[in-house]
């Protein structure tokens, strides 16, 4: 897979500013579960996950979390690429 920094890049910087952290959901049938991502620098909602029927509900919490934290982890995953493909670039690292 050809993975294009420049896109996702983009990708990120075009979605609301984080962080973003994982809230209880409010009303429907998740009520009082940690389905909601919200941003804390808006203190709005982002995402809810499963919110109006059960979409795979044992796993609803977990993917609200994953959904929350892959705001932070993919920019640090590219710079890590960025990073070792200088390295390579540069001869200090072997593939």
Request: no cysteine.
């Amino acid at each position: 897979m050809d993975l294009n920094l420049e896109e996702i890049d983009r990708l990120v910087a075009a979605t609301t500013k984080g962080p973003w952290h994982v809230a209880r959901e409010i009303d429907g049938v998740y009520s009082g579960r940690y389905t909601v991502v919200r941003s804390a620098s808006r203190n709005r909602r982002v995402v809810t996950v499963s919110q109006t029927r059960q979409h795979d509900g044992e796993r609803a919490e977990a993917n609200t979390r994953f959904i929350a934290e892959a705001h932070a982890l993919v920019p640090a995953l590219v710079a890590e690429v960025r990073r070792l493909r200088a390295a390579l670039a540069e001869g200090e690292v072997t593939a």
